[in-house]
């Protein structure tokens, strides 16, 4: 008597996996942001993320023997491994091809393309906990040091108002030892005060004559405020001027939120770093990170509204959920998997794409839309035949292969013939 059942044990596992694809990734990921090409860091991502899905699907099978039963063995076994890295390299290869088409039409900029550099930093009593060494000062002094003679810079100090203002001045020799004067008065300053990130960035927009230079704000915070985002996004877009935020290491999970945020919302970008003495690396990289398009992450606010990328990023994704599913269909060596990949995880990968695309233009944070692209693009479902002979035992094997199982007619007949041998005897 046989038996249609649904992989339960195959489903879990590629699930699993699709959640250590994630973890591994996204540790790489947020490693080698900024050191490596996007081409590489998506095809990095990608091809991790698929290798841990298809080697949980292995082992899975390899334990259970739901699909292929006793006949997949030995050689076949180490054909599925072999399959779950030529598949991993692909990944890899797609994603990295799919970033460069994704992000063509961008011109990278460096920190040498902004001529008027405003820092508003963050004095409140939190960032005694964030940066108790005070770091933030020595930073923008060190930053003003390798802007040459062309570069203008204002800063601004605030709590729960701005507190401090050096005006916009060439960032020569002298202006830094007459910043690091001003700074001293705020070094080991006792304050309690809160943070007002919205006024700073108000007083901020207020007092910056552009006089046709380009400009960027630099925000130094921990992020904990209160800021209506849509108007201070509405002013500085009007301005053209992106807002780079910097976190300070341990700014919590709201404060990060917001400076991503704003960050995104004004074609600038965020970053935390544990070491505010690489401040002038770390803007750098932001700067030049904002003028690229990353299938992982969200678009410039100037670039959302493009119907190009929309469609791009969605198709692109719907490919990679496909891929992924013929390599774990290649890795557990099923035909019964192979014809899923243009349906099952066709309209996985849609809803991936369709959930990175849309999601990126919430609040919500960016890392939890690529937890759910990797736990789409793990999802499968398969069923197997499981068959029972007279009570003694069970065998189980694939479907659509028909082997690692034996009919039950058959098992009957060959039950049978010792004792017609015996009769006509």
């Known amino acids: 008597m046989s038996e249609k059942k649904f992989d ?40 991790v993320t698929a290798l841990l899905i298809c080697l949980s699907g292995w082992l899975c099978e390899m334990v259970t023997g739901n699909l292929r039963g006793a006949s997949w063995s ?8 072999l399959m779950a890295v030529l598949f991993t390299l692909a990944l890899g290869l797609a994603g990295g091809l799919f970033q460069f088409i994704y992000g063509l039409g961008y011109q990278n900029r460096t920190i040498s393309n902004i001529q008027d550099y405003i820092v508003l930093i963050d004095n ?24 040459d003679e062309t570069h203008r810079m204002m800063v601004k100090i605030f709590e729960d108002e701005v507190t401090g203002t050096f005006p916009m001045t060439e960032t020569t020799p002298q202006m830094q030892s007459q910043l690091s004067q001003f700074f001293e008065q705020y070094r080991r300053y006792d304050t309690m005060g809160g943070t007002d990130i919205e006024a700073a960035l108000t007083s901020a927009a207020q007092e910056y004559v552009p006089e046709g230079r380009s400009a960027a704000v630099l925000l130094l915070s921990d992020g904990e405020s209160d800021v209506d985002v849509n108007s201070v996004a509405q002013t500085y877009n009007a301005l053209g ?13 709201s404060g990060s ?52 990328p929309m469609i791009l990023r969605v198709v692109f994704i719907t490919l990679l959920g496909v891929l992924t599913g013929v390599a774990i269909a290649m890795t557990v060596d099923s035909s019964a998997l192979l014809r899923l990949p ?3 995880h066709g309209l996985c990968g849609l809803g991936a794409g369709l959930i990175m695309e849309i999601g990126t233009r919430t609040p919500v944070p960016v890392w939890i839309l690529r937890l759910l692209l990797c736990l789409l693009l793990s999802v499968t479902a398969v069923s197997f035949w499981k068959t ?19 009919p039950a007619a058959d098992l009957k007949k060959k039950k049978q013939k010792p004792e017609d041998e015996k009769s006509l005897l």
Do not use: H, K, W
């Not at 030995?74 to 491994?81: A, H, M």
């Not at 409140?124 to 390798?146: F, I, K």
């Not at 029972?388 to 199982?405: C, E, I, P, V």
């Open 124 to 147: 409140s009593g939190s960032t005694y906990e964030t940066d108790p060494n005070e770091e933030r000062y020595s930073s923008v002094v060190a930053l003003a040091g390798n802007l």
């Open 388 to 406: 029972a002979f007279d009570g003694s035992f069970t065998a189980s094997g694939g479907s659509f292969y028909g082997n690692g199982s034996i």
């Open 342 to 344: 243009l349906l099952l």
């Open 8 to 47: 339960v044990s195959l489903f879990l596992c590629c699930l699993m996996g699709g959640l250590l694809g994630f973890m591994a990734s996204e540790a790489l990921y947020r490693l080698v942001t900024g050191g490596l090409p996007l081409i590489l860091q998506a095809g990095i991502y990608f091809a």
């Open 74 to 81: 030995g050689r076949e076994i180490g054909l599925g491994l």
């Open 241 to 253: 001027i992106p807002i780079y935020c910097v976190g300070f290491s341990g700014n919590g999970f």
């Open 257 to 308: 939120q917001l400076l991503d945020l704003i960050a995104n919302s004004t074609d600038g970008y965020y970053c935390e770093i544990d070491q505010l003495s690489n401040l002038s690396q770390t803007v750098n990289q932001m700067i030049s990170l904002s003028n690229q398009r990353n299938l992982l992450e969200r678009r410039r606010a100037s670039d959302v509204a493009q119907i190009l």
